[in-house]
């Protein structure tokens, strides 16, 4: 154990014969199926499957940004659930996700920069309108 943290699974997992679901994908969306399908639709075995190692992609090398002011109104509301979410899980899997909710600046160094910061705005805007 390093870090306070209790590992949340053992060293060598044994597969089994079978498996209710088997999901190929140790990231984001594996992780949360697998979760999910158990805890909400009555699935008693999943097998994760990963190539490398869990959170070998995206998932372990993001920027780490939890925000809800992303380019298209339509996506809006996926991330605003994302930041109601984080702090929800960390309790339901009594677990430290390190979510910390603070305040994010975005700076602009270019015209295109600019614009793209702009775009979010604007989108932002017109989703506080309900539009
Ligand atoms: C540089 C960067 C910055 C980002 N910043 C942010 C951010 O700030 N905020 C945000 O919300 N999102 C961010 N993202 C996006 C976010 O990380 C992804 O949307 C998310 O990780 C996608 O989850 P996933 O499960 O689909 O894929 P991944 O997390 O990439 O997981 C896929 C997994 O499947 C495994 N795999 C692939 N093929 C096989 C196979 N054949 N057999 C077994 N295993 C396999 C891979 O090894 C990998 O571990 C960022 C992404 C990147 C790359």
């Known amino acids: 154990m390093s870090g306070g943290y209790k590992p949340l699974w053992g060293k060598t997992p044994r597969l089994k014969s079978s498996y209710d679901t088997v999901i190929i994908d140790g990231g984001l969306h594996g992780l ?3 979760y ?6 009555g699935i008693k075995t999943v097998a994760v499957i990963e190539k490398r190692h869990i959170g070998y992609g995206g998932a372990g090398r993001n920027t780490g940004i939890v925000r809800a002011n992303q380019r298209t109104k339509e996506n809006l509301p996926l991330y605003d659930e994302g930041l109601k979410l984080w702090p929800k899980l960390t309790a339901e899997l009594d677990f430290s996700l390190m979510f910390n909710n603070c305040e994010d600046l975005n700076l602009a160094n270019s015209t295109a920069g ?3 910061l702009r775009f979010e705005g604007a989108a932002c805007k017109k989703s506080d309108r309900g539009t």
């Open 32 to 34: 949360a199926t697998a």
């Open 36 to 41: 999910y399908l158990t805890r909400n639709h």
């Open 114 to 116: 600019i614009n793209v």
